[in-house]
C-alpha cells in the first residue's frame, strides 16, 4: 500500500499487491486447460450422442415432412449441402418421439451437485479476499480508528 494520503487528509490510495509473472502463467495455463476440457467435452458429448440407427434411403418425396421441408432438402442437395442418405437420417432422428430428451436423474444430480460446490467455492474465497483487503487496507481488526469525516 503507498502511503499517498487523499485530498483533505483521508486513507492513502489502495495499491494492490502484483503477482508474480509466475503466477500470471499458471493462471494462463489453468484457463487454457479448463478452456481444452470444455471444448472437448462438448466435442465427446456430441459425437456420443448422435444417432447409431441405420434407415433406408427413400426418396424424398416419401419422406414424412412438410411440403416447405421438403422444398428446403431439395434445395440442399442440388447445392451439394447434404446428399439424401442424410437428409433420410436427420428426418428419422427428428421424428416425434415421447422419449427423445431423456433426463439421466444421476448425470442431472452430479451437475447440480458440481455447481454447488463451484458457488460455495466462489462465496468462500470472496470473503477470504474482501477480508484480506480490509486488513491490508485498515490493518488488523480493532486496530483502525475510524477516518474522521466518517464519524458519526
Known amino acids: ?6 485530498p483533505g487528509g483521508g486513507f492513502g490510495f489502495y495499491q494492490p499487491p ?13 484457463i487454457l486447460v479448463l478452456l481444452m476440457v470444455v471444448l472437448f467435452g462438448v466435442t465427446y458429448f456430441v459425437q456420443s450422442s448422435t444417432s447409431t440407427t441405420s434407415v433406408k434411403t427413400r426418396p424424398l418425396a416419401e419422406l414424412p415432412i412438410t411440403p416447405t421441408e421438403k422444398q428446403q432438402y431439395a434445395l440442399a442437395i442440388k ?12 428426418v428419422a432422428d427428428n421424428k416425434e418421439d415421447s422419449n ?16 454447488g460446490l463451484y458457488m460455495a467455492f466462489v462465496y468462500v474465497m470472496s470473503f477470504k479476499e ?9 490493518g488488523p481488526p480493532g486496530t483502525a480508528e475510524p477516518n474522521a469525516e466518517t464519524r458519526p
Do not use: C, W
Open 1 to 6: 500500500m503507498t502511503d499517498i494520503s487523499a
Open 18 to 30: 502484483e503477482q508474480s509473472p509466475r503466477g500470471q502463467f499458471l493462471d494462463s495455463v489453468i
Open 79 to 90: 447445392h451439394h449441402l447434404v446428399d439424401l442418405p442424410t437428409v433420410n437420417q436427420q
Open 100 to 115: 427423445k430428451y431423456p433426463i439421466a436423474v444421476g448425470t442431472l444430480i452430479v451437475t447440480f451437485g458440481v455447481i
Open 130 to 138: 474482501y477480508r484480506e483487503v480490509i486488513r491490508e487496507r485498515f
